[in-house]
């Protein structure tokens, strides 16, 4: 089953603003990823958090990570159009490679 | 490099017929890939880990009857989907992890680019 709820189900916004979604677990993790995924295609790792950090960076991309809430944030700054996408956290628990995805975030940046 | 394929692309067959989709990791040998699949707006679920060499593992819920999967080399897994029915229509996704990759505390994981089964 899905470990994961994200907030929130679809998000729209404008070119240039900033985007934030929020991605809750419940079990304990070695490691939080987030994964970018446009219509229809497979996934794109996008950036992985470990669970002794509390916040990472990659380019537009930030992650924060409280594990004593169990939840995870990404946000993207300076939106672009090309940046619609779906949007999924997981995790792997048992770092078997058994992903647990969220239920997703569905972004649209209007240009 | 770190390249995961499917194929095909995208699947129409009538219902009771079986489907066969391919993953095949390009530059990479992945002694275990996985098998997710996504219905319309929702996420993803972990149906099946495909392993080389042995049988595959299955999540719970999903009948291993009728979701073959056979991981005959290091590069290649399939997915059978038999006696298909309409249900069955979803997007199957599958991933490869690049063991070689990364320390020990975490092996990247690449995906394919879906597989889209329409069952009429």
């Known amino acids: 089953s899905q470990q994961g709820e994200e907030d929130p189900q679809a998000l729209s916004i404008q070119e240039g603003e900033n985007a934030t979604m929020n991605c809750s677990y419940k079990t304990s993790i070695n490691n939080l990823q987030w994964y970018r995924q446009n219509s229809g295609r497979g996934l794109v790792h996008l950036i992985l958090?470990?669970?002794?950090?509390r916040e990472k960076h990659s380019g537009r991309l930030r992650v924060t990570l409280d594990t004593s809430k169990k939840s995870s944030s990404l946000l993207i700054t300076a939106s672009r159009a090309a940046d619609t996408a779906s949007y999924f956290c997981a995790t792997d628990p048992g770092n078997t490679g058994k992903l647990i995805f969220g239920q997703g975030t569905t972004l649209q940046v209007k240009p | 490099g770190a390249v995961v394929s499917q194929h095909p692309s995208r699947v129409i067959c009538k219902s009771g017929t079986s489907v066969k989709i391919e993953c095949r990791s390009l530059?990479?040998?992945?002694?275990?890939m996985f098998w997710y699949r996504q219905f319309p707006k929702q996420s993803l679920m972990l149906m099946a880990t495909s392993n080389e060499g042995s049988k595959a593992t299955y999540e719970q819920g999903v009948e291993k009857d009728k979701f073959l999967i056979n991981h005959a080399s290091l590069t290649l897994s399939t997915l059978t989907v038999t006696s298909a029915h309409p249900e069955d229509s979803s997007f199957y996704i599958c991933?490869?992890?690049?063991?070689?990759?990364?320390?020990?505390?975490?092996?990247?994981?690449?995906f394919g680019p879906g597989t889209r089964l329409t069952v009429l």
């Open positions: 958090i470990r669970s002794n950090e």
């Open positions: 530059d990479f040998q992945a002694t275990t």
């Open positions: 991933s490869a992890r690049d063991w070689e990759r990364g320390g020990s505390s975490y092996n990247e994981q690449f």
